[in-house]
């Protein structure tokens, strides 16, 4: 049986994001069983909290946005993908700003902080989300997740971006509950088209283009990767993070085809419509 876990002390990261550009200080703190994973805005009078929850979920294109009344917190997702790995169930994320430094795109260094501080574990098990039938959620451009009953969970993607020979077509199998994500898919790196970034950028969508921050694919060069697969890899950390909305270990197997965070969205949204 696998049982709740939070961290031992307090941990911090400081930091920008590529949407809204700004310096924010994150605090990352021990929380009681069964009180979840919640984000709580200091910047704001009253300093209204977020809780990790389907009810909270916002569908967006490009990240994960959680948001209570008027109250959001964006690009969630590396930070829970990391809670995922590392088994954390409850804890407190204080931030001062409505979104989460994206450090270097990828889940590593929110693990690593974590690490640091320590992990402990709790009294309360772990609840489970069993799939007991397939769930089918549907994008444009053949894009798809396929959930289907597993007595592990395992995920699947296909990266297929036809229209950059340098993104190319790629797959990615993980079995989390067994391989070592601390090396295998937490340093993936979040990655987007230069001529993608130029019009989000003129578009005023993001602020920032920081390479730093992921990587920025360049027609006619090859990207340097951490790992084979790093890409498509990304996309499986995504789902991961996503995933952990639902406030449950899902077992299930995940095929994810051309897919992205509206579609881990709408998934999310369907599991938990079925298992209340």
């Known amino acids: 049986m696998l049982y709740q876990k939070t961290i031992k002390r307090e941990c911090s990261i400081d930091g920008s994001g590529f949407i809204c550009d700004q310096p924010v200080h994150v605090e990352m703190r021990p929380s009681a069983p069964g009180s979840g994973v919640r984000f709580i805005r200091t910047d704001i009078k009253g300093n209204p909290e977020i809780p990790v929850h389907p009810r909270s979920q916002v569908s967006v294109e490009h990240c994960t946005t959680l948001q209570q009344g008027e109250t959001k917190v964006i690009v969630v997702e590396h ?93 990615a199998l993980v079995r989390p509950d067994s391989d070592d994500l601390l090396a295998s ?43 084979p697969g790093e890409l498509s890899r990304h996309k499986v950390l995504d789902m991961l993070g996503d995933l952990f909305v639902l406030g449950k270990r899902v077992r299930a197997h995940f095929v994810g085809i051309k897919s992205g965070h509206k579609l881990n969205a709408l998934m999310v949204a369907e599991l938990a419509a079925r298992y209340p």
């Not at 001529?195 to 027609?219: C, F, M, N, Q, Y």
């Open 185 to 227: 898919l937490l340093p993936a790196r979040t990655f987007i088209l230069e001529e993608e970034a130029r019009a989000a950028l003129d578009a005023g969508k993001i602020r920032s283009t920081d390479e730093k921050l992921g990587l920025v694919i360049r027609r006619g060069h090859t990207p340097e990767l951490r790992m």
């Open 79 to 171: 930070l829970l993908s990391a809670c995922f790995a590392l088994g954390v169930s409850n804890m407190q994320v204080a931030l001062n700003g409505p979104e989460l430094p994206t450090c270097d795109g990828s889940s590593l260094p929110w693990a690593k902080a974590m690490l640091e501080a320590g992990l402990e574990e709790q009294a309360e098990p772990v609840k489970e989300l069993i799939l007991r039938k397939p769930v089918v959620v549907y994008g444009g451009d053949g894009a798809s997740i396929i959930a289907l009953p597993s007595e592990e969970l395992i995920v699947e993607y296909l990266l297929n971006y036809e229209q950059s020979p340098e993104i190319g077509c790629s797959f």
